[in-house]
């Protein structure tokens, strides 16, 4: 999952105006929203994956990702429901022009938060620092 958290945070760093789009896309912000939430929304998701890859606050962190998850899941769904075509803005924002499958996502975001949630309860603690 770390991995995951740090490559989708990666992927958004340097591309302000394709991450505020994707977002506004989403119908559910303001413009001044989408632009806030598009800077800090990369630096956010690569600073949760170093917590889960130092294993920081391993459990903590894991409840952290699943929430997140959950928020982003919640979103997907709404756009869905809506009829909207829209790219998820996930791993490559503003790449896609004919949309992400959503259902697809909220599958491999529900698939992330099984595997987080086993990582919650049975941490590897060898090297975990605080479980």
């Known amino acids: 999952m770390a ?3 740090i490559s989708a945070g990666m992927s958004k760093i340097g591309v302000h105006m394709d991450v505020t789009q994707t977002i506004k ?3 559910i912000f303001t413009p001044a929203w989408s632009d806030y939430l598009a800077r800090i929304i990369g630096p956010l998701e690569i600073a949760g994956g170093l917590l889960l890859l130092l294993g920081i606050k391993l459990r903590w962190s894991g409840w952290l990702s699943i929430g997140v998850l959950l928020l982003f899941m919640v979103g997907l769904y709404s756009a869905w429901a809506r009829g909207l075509v829209i790219d998820c803005g996930c ?3 503003g790449e896609s022009d004919t949309g992400t499958n959503i259902l697809a996502t909220l599958g ?10 086993i990582m919650i309860y049975r941490p590897y603690k060898k090297f975990a620092l605080y479980p």
């Open 3 to 5: 991995y995951i958290w």
């Open 25 to 27: 896309a989403y119908e």
């Open 91 to 93: 791993f490559s924002p």
């Open 108 to 117: 491999r975001d529900a698939l992330y938060v099984l595997i987080t949630l």
